[in-house]
């Protein structure tokens, strides 16, 4: 190998490659983050920014099944498949059907929770090791519910978190009223979740890790990368201008693009991307106390240092399609009815691509083709969510420290 300032190359500098680059500079590694964008450009920019430890439920469940078939009648609705996609995207629903079934639910329940409980445990002190545990903000969410039939469908998921020691408050509508006033008659029941927080800006949070990484020693590349081989006991990544770095280990980081950089080491894993809209409205478009999620509807109403982000859906439609901006406006239309009060005037459109497997699990774990490149990808609705977890796992498999948890679940061999 070439005499390289660095051991690692970190390949990816949205949330995970960040937190991930932070945690190695921590235990003394010299790190390379590579990025063809800069830090936090894609998904991690404009997400909704919860650290959501209480969701633990995969999406990949026998619920969604039941209710995906009347999502997508509305082509505007939460769930969409344009038809030119959708014999692209067949595989990756036929696994995620599969994914779905009660005893593969229980399986990715089970991980999920692991995944989760260690998140919770390492988030706080990660953030706060890197000076940005004022980004953080502790006012929990609101689950909302219209009818007695989705309430009680919902009871039932909500259960599953109780062997997991997870904290919820079933409300009536004086109890919505005592948490969130301002919400539309229609809403007759909720569930409080404390255990959920709110960052002040993902895009700012992200970029914070990067920075708090670079101060310990990483460097930062702006250069796509083309390809990964092994070579020597570690690895050479060629970059889109032809020329070549080497490190004694890569990690793969970059999000919804993740699968092109393993395939070019053999490693087949089926991610696509469910690309996620939402609007940003000025500062004191309401006065909200805290996140509103209305399932029913998949999305959610965030507060930010920056204003009220509306946003969510689901849109199964590849990297390449240009954004249908329609989806923003179209959950922006539901909000003017579910908050009544709110000013919907003035916001930003923005479109990410959440990077999702189908068993709604991320890949964390050595390349079955390439021990010295490490994957840490796909984390779907919740990269944010498990970053810092994310960061210490792949920490310690870089110094061969036996994992917190079994990583059997994530293994990117399992498909
Ligand atoms: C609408 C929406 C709302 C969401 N809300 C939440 C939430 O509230 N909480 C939560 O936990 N999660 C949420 N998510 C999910 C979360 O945003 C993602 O899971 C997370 O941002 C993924 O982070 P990442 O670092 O893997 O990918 P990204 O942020 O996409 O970063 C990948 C990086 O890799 C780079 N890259 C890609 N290919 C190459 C290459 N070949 N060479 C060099 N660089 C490359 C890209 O430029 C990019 O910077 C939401 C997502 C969406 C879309």
Known sequence: LRDEPFDIAVIGAGIIGCAVAFALC??????????????????????????????????????ILRKAPGW????LGPLSLPPSYALAAAPWLWRFFRASTPARF???????????????????PLLERAGLAREVVSHGALTLYESERAFAAARSEWALRDAHGIAYEHLDRAGIDARQPGLAPRFRHATYSADWHNVRDPQALAQGLGEAAIARGAAMKRAPVSRLAEHDGGVIITLGDGTTLTASTAVVA????????????????PLETERGYNTTLPKGAFDLNCQLIFSEHGFVVSPLDA??????????????RPPDYRRSRAMLEKTKAFLPGIKTGEGIEWMGF????????PVIGRSPKARNVIHAFGHGHLGLTQSAATAILVRDLVLGRPPSIDLTPYSPARF
Do not use: C, Y
């Open 26 to 63: 921590e235990a003394g590694k010299r790190v390379l983050l590579v990025d063809r964008k800069g830090m936090a450009q894609e998904a991690s920019a404009g997400n909704a920014g919860a650290l959501a430890f209480s969701d633990i439920v995969p999406l990949a469940s026998p619920g």
């Open 72 to 75: 997508l009648v509305d082509p």
């Open 106 to 124: 229980r399986e990715s329940l089970e991980a999920q929770a692991a995944l989760m409980a260690l998140a919770r445990r390492e988030t706080l």
């Open 254 to 269: 970059a999000g919804a693009w993740s699968h092109r950089l393993a395939a070019t080491l053999g490693d087949r894993i």
């Open 307 to 320: 204003g009220i982000r509306v946003g969510g859906a689901v849109e199964l439609a590849g990297l390449k």
């Open 354 to 361: 959440r990077p999702s497997l189908p068993d709604s699990l």
